[in-house]
């Protein structure tokens, strides 16, 4: 297992702790992490760009001038793309960017990226992370402290109303629970900072088998399991 350390909010170093190869230590596969990022940014456009065509522009019913005699090229309506206010050719129409890619692919992405950033020593783990009130000098003093001064995704366990709002005006700065997670977050913040409850909930949820297993036991007891 890997073992990193674990920081309070002053910057020291107070434990350190082990973290699940089956989630932070699966080797790298860029084909399947560059397939989920692709799918991801795909599936986030809406597809509703529209141009008329020239049947669908109004007016454009009658010849504009006669056939012969005038020395112009000949017309046989004003909604030809070639007319300023004519209609469009090839242009976009509404449609759907929607890519599919399996379950156990997309969690195997995820946990690639984890992987790396474990690997490359772009993980900060600290205890907890807790606001009585939003206070963004606050949030700013302990980045400061754990000596984060790029972009950074906070991960915590469960959402936490006063730690997104003490982090939201920070430039580059996003918040997240566990089970939020993603691929494109997670490529577009350079260091990952999470709280060993939401390092637990990472690998409750991301490792291979584990949610087969809770979805058994919410079926034994009764429950369901989201999907």
């Known amino acids: 297992?890997?073992?990193?350390?674990?920081?309070?909010?002053?910057?020291?170093?107070?434990?350190h702790i082990e973290l699940k190869d089956d989630v932070f230590g699966v080797p790298p596969n860029e084909a399947v992490v560059h397939q989920a990022l692709v799918r991801q940014l795909a599936n986030a456009?809406?597809?509703?760009?529209?141009?008329?065509?020239?049947?669908?522009?109004?007016?454009?019913?009658?010849?504009?001038?006669?056939?012969?005699?005038?020395?112009?090229?000949?017309?046989?309506?004003?909604?030809?793309?070639?007319?300023?206010?004519?209609?469009?050719?090839?242009?976009?129409?509404?449609?759907?960017?929607?890519?599919?890619m399996p379950k156990k692919m997309r969690a195997l992405a995820l946990r690639c990226v984890l992987s790396s950033k474990a690997a490359q020593g772009?993980?900060?783990?600290?205890?907890?992370?807790?606001?009585?009130?939003?206070?963004?000098?606050?949030?700013?003093?302990?980045?400061?402290?754990?000596?984060?001064?790029?972009?950074?995704?906070?991960?915590?366990?469960?959402?936490?109303?006063?730690?997104?709002?003490?982090?939201?005006?920070?430039?580059?700065?996003?918040?997240?629970?566990?089970?939020l997670l993603n691929v494109v977050d997670l490529l577009s913040h350079k260091v990952l900072m999470v709280t060993v409850a939401g390092v637990r909930k990472v690998e409750e949820i991301w490792t291979p088998g584990e949610r087969k297993e809770m979805a058994v036991k919410a079926s034994v007891s009764g429950g369901g399991t989201e999907e």
């Open 1 to 15: 297992m890997v073992q990193v350390p674990v920081y309070d909010l002053s910057g020291e170093v107070v434990e």
């Open 45 to 100: 456009r809406q597809g509703n760009a529209s141009t008329k065509t020239r049947a669908q522009v109004a007016g454009g019913g009658r010849k504009p001038f006669r056939q012969k005699g005038t020395g112009r090229a000949r017309r046989g309506s004003l909604s030809a793309p070639l007319y300023r206010g004519g209609g469009v050719a090839f242009g976009p129409h509404p449609r759907s960017y929607r890519q599919a």
């Open 122 to 179: 772009e993980m900060v783990v600290v205890q907890e992370l807790t606001f009585d009130q939003p206070k963004t000098k606050e949030m700013t003093r302990i980045l400061g402290a754990l000596g984060i001064n790029s972009s950074a995704l906070i991960v915590t366990a469960e959402p936490d109303i006063n730690l997104y709002k003490s982090a939201r005006n920070l430039e580059r700065i996003k918040t997240l629970p566990a089970n």
